[in-house]
């Protein structure tokens, strides 16, 4: 019942944000279920879990930056 709820916000979220929100807002899901599983469930964060976070989060800013400039 829970999963479902979350789809229909989620994808009721979507219609009323651009693209370029929904992306990052997509790439963000990654990196909170890494922080989640460590902290929650006790999973070992590695130098791969690093190194990934840092790497979507490089992405997501360069999304970011992208989106600015094409709106001004």
Do not use: K, Q
Request: proline content about 1%.
């Amino acid at each position: 019942m829970a999963s479902a709820l979350a789809y229909v916000l989620w994808y009721g979220g979507l219609a009323d944000v651009s693209g370029s929100a929904a992306a990052v807002h997509t790439g963000l899901m990654p990196v909170a279920a890494v922080l989640l599983a460590a902290m929650f469930l006790g999973e070992a964060l590695e130098m791969r879990h690093a190194a990934a976070v840092a790497l979507v989060l490089a992405a997501l800013a360069v999304i970011a930056t992208a989106a600015r400039r094409r709106a001004v």
